[in-house]
């Protein structure tokens, strides 16, 4: 399952697989959370697990996982861009460029040019360049949504390279 943000209802987020989710328990940098009274937790409505359930059974039956070789040049340029664009921006556009970035490696990705994991370490490697541990997890979240929402797109590749023939 992918994590969801008021795709199922307004205000309502799921989270699933390459997404973070906070309970008590939960350790951050300035502190961890807690419960604040002994209430029992309710039981979640079965419309709400029904909406997961079904889109938990399209993503396991979507496209096969295939292994990427590493990058070649043109994928590694694009890469090694992208990363240096999110490490280098200042304060203000981040969440913006960060999602475009991951959006257009997960078109790479979609496109089995880049391995899924690959795109994901290098942009986390960029965003720890902002120094902002507070943002982690909604960074890591942009990342994991951006990079599904582009892999959902694959850029159209031609891998007959320049001058070949078709």
Do not use: F
Not at 30 to 49: K, Q, S
Not at 66 to 89: G, L, W
Request: charge should be neutral.
């Amino acid at each position: 399952m992918r994590g969801t943000v008021k795709h199922i209802a307004t205000n309502i987020d799921s989270r699933g697989w390459g997404t973070y989710g906070l309970a008590p328990g939960c350790v951050l940098l300035n502190g961890a959370y807690e419960l604040i009274d002994d209430t029992d937790p309710v039981e979640l409505p079965g419309w709400l697990v029904q909406a997961n359930v079904e889109r938990a059974s399209a993503a396991i039956s979507g496209r096969p996982e295939k292994p990427v070789a590493a990058p070649d040049a043109y994928t590694a340029r694009a890469v090694r861009a992208e990363c240096d664009r999110v490490a280098s921006e200042p304060p203000g556009r981040r969440n913006k460029v960060l999602s475009t970035a991951a959006y257009a490696l997960g078109q790479l990705v979609g496109a089995e040019v880049l391995d899924r994991e690959h795109a994901r370490a290098e942009l986390e490697t960029a965003v720890a360049a902002w120094n902002t541990p507070a943002s982690w997890a909604k960074d890591t979240g942009v990342i994991a949504t951006s990079l599904a929402a582009g892999e959902d797109n694959p850029r159209r590749i031609n891998r007959r390279g320049p001058g070949r023939a078709a």
